[in-house]
């Protein structure tokens, strides 16, 4: 709720109570450093990840992504 409240956005917050548990589902498993993807218009790029979860996620919008 707190990332689309502060984002504008609506992405589904009825299965996950986290930003992390909606990326790893969309991964299929726990992702690793440094791999993203795009959901919505948002890019999540896993900057750290320990052995059951991601502990820190860079997120990039199309308007701040400075090759796009």
């Known amino acids: 709720d707190e990332f689309n409240?502060?984002?504008g956005?609506?992405?589904s917050d009825e299965e996950f109570?986290?930003?992390g548990?909606?990326?790893i589902n969309a991964f299929g498993q726990l992702p690793t450093r440094n791999q993203s993807i795009r959901l919505?218009?948002?890019e999540f790029k896993v900057i750290?990840?320990?052995?059951r979860r991601l502990t820190r996620l860079?997120?990039?919008t199309e308007?701040?992504?400075p090759t796009g």
């Open 5 to 7: 409240e502060f984002f």
């Open 58 to 60: 860079r997120v990039t």
């Open 17 to 19: 109570d986290t930003i």
């Open 40 to 42: 919505d218009q948002f």
């Open 63 to 65: 308007a701040t992504d």
């Open 9 to 11: 956005t609506a992405l």
């Open 48 to 51: 750290h990840a320990d052995e």
């Open 21 to 23: 548990g909606l990326v």
